[in-house]
């Protein structure tokens, strides 16, 4: 299957510090990535979809300002978490949609390992 | 609005039994779904998926799911379990032919098999 690939895996931050995940598709073009939070237990809540070369598109209560993403290429896709508060410490995945068959949203999506941020 | 439902938190299974978790979605059109297993502190590792065609779907790992229209479920199941077989599954669900509809998750069912 196609590979996508996440770093960093682990990053501990200072409270008010901005940090920033990466993710890429390594073996294929995607033009649509998404952003997952998941808290401990539970199960993974979309934030925002990644469009490239457009503008993301936030879920209903993400903050925009907070959580910055973009998708300057086919293959990256940027998570930045600006001004961390321990608050915003969990686990963040993103996944890549592979290009389905014209007409049908077959594109399966893959994800990558995950990065956990923890603020201090 | 697209839902799925995982109703067990947690199964336990005793090494060698077949195990079944359980999913049912609900979507306003035809279904696309998915079963994703994820490790600890890992990401979604895709096992299989039901577009159309033969109910019973067979997927990585020895895993199968058969789909169910009428019921509107979509079971994983497995003839064995394995120690290794524990973790956390996902069942999800999209739209086929709605081209701007997002994958949609359950709640997780935490999979524990004992020796």
């Known amino acids: 299957g196609a590979v996508v690939s996440q770093h960093p895996s682990w990053v501990i931050c200072k409270s008010g510090t901005s940090v920033k995940i990466e993710c890429r598709s390594l073996d294929f073009q995607a033009t649509t990535m998404f952003w997952y939070r998941q808290f401990p237990k539970q199960s993974l809540m979309l934030m925002a979809t990644s469009n490239e070369g457009s503008k993301a598109t936030y879920e209903q209560g993400v903050e925009k300002d907070k959580f910055l993403i973009n998708h300057a290429s086919l293959t990256l896709s940027t998570l930045t978490v600006t001004s961390a508060h321990p608050e915003d410490s969990s686990f963040y995945i993103c996944?890549?949609?592979?290009?389905?068959?014209?007409?049908?949203?077959?594109?399966?999506?893959?994800f990558g390992e995950g990065s956990r941020l923890t603020v201090l | 609005a697209q839902s799925v439902a995982q109703p067990e938190d947690q199964v336990n299974v005793a090494e060698g039994n077949p195990l079944t978790v359980k999913c049912t979605y609900s979507v306003s059109g035809n279904p696309y779904l998915f079963w994703y297993v994820q490790y600890p502190n890992r990401g979604l590792q895709f096992l299989l998926k039901?577009?159309?065609?033969?109910?019973l779907v067979k997927g990585s790992y020895g895993f199968e799911a058969e789909f169910n229209k009428s019921q509107t479920s979509f079971h994983l199941k497995k003839p064995s379990a394995l120690v290794s077989d524990s973790a956390l599954y996902f069942c999800a669900v999209r739209d086929l032919y709605n081209a701007g509809n997002m994958l949609t998750f359950g709640g997780g069912t935490r999979l524990m098999v004992k020796p």
């Open positions: 996944s890549a949609r592979v290009p389905g068959l014209a007409g049908l949203n077959t594109g399966e999506l893959f």
């Open positions: 039901y577009i159309t065609g033969d109910n």
